[in-house]
């Protein structure tokens, strides 16, 4: 890896995970622990220097793999390494479910700027989970992605809609054009197919509860 990736990240303070609107489960999201796959690694790590050397001007990611493989997991060590990085760097988790009309027109963390607004603006946006959301927040994405994309701004997307004819069939009439914008914007990563909610979560479980 260059060097640019082995000197020392800033330690994120809760304000930025915060900024950042991580959830919780994922604070301790961390690129270097992000799945065993070799190779989604070596991706993930390639788009961080990338964005990090400003090669690539509004190139983004699609990360999709089956449910609970850790596609969101791998998004929030994305978001984090880069403010860890990048002095100011400005980024943000938004789940795609959480995309009503009244959450777009609401104030951004008390800021005076509107959600909507920052969605667009911010520097890296995580899309998470789109595939489940309803037909308002379907036709939002579209919005939002095809302003930031048109912008040359960095959106990564998470998803488990695994081939173009699911992601058309889910997104109806702007379904092939959505599909060839992010196809064009984005470096695809595709998630192995192991279950870690199930597995790791049980896990932690049952060694809190046992623990007490
Ligand atoms: N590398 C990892 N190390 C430790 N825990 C992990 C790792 N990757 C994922 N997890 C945990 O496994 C669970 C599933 O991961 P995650 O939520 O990222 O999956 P997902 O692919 O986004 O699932 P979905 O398709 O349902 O959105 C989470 O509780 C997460 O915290
Ligand atoms: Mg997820």
């Not at 909507?116 to 994405?141: C, P, T, Y």
């Not at 192991?194 to 790791?200: G, P």
Request: hydrophobic share 35%.
């Amino acid at each position: 890896m260059g060097i640019l990736m082995d000197r020392q990240d800033r330690h994120l303070t809760v304000d930025d995970l915060e900024m950042l609107c991580i959830p919780k489960r994922y604070y301790m999201a961390t690129l270097d622990n992000v799945t065993k796959s070799k190779d989604v690694k070596e991706k993930l790590r390639s788009y961080v220097e990338s964005v990090v050397n400003g090669r690539a001007a509004g190139a983004g990611l699609l990360i999709r793999g089956e449910t609970s493989t850790g596609k969101t997991y791998a998004a929030c060590s994305v978001l984090k390494r880069l403010r860890a990085y990048v002095t100011g760097f400005s980024g943000l988790f938004l789940d795609s479910t959480m995309i009503s009309e009244d959450f777009l027109r609401a104030e951004f963390m008390g800021e005076g700027v509107r959600n909507m607004e920052r969605i667009v603006d911010v520097e890296l946006l995580v899309l998470d989970d789109i595939g489940s959301e309803k037909k308002f927040e379907q036709e939002r994405i579209f919005e939002i992605f095809k302003q930031r994309c048109n912008n040359l701004k960095r959106t990564i997307i998470t998803t488990n809609l695994l081939k173009e004819d699911d992601f058309i069939k889910h997104f109806g009439i702007y379904g092939k054009k959505f599909y060839d914008m992010v196809s064009g914007c984005c470096l695809t990563v595709e998630f192995p197919d192991t279950n870690l909610r199930t597995s790791l979560e049980a896990d932690r479980l049952e060694k809190e509860i046992i623990q007490g």
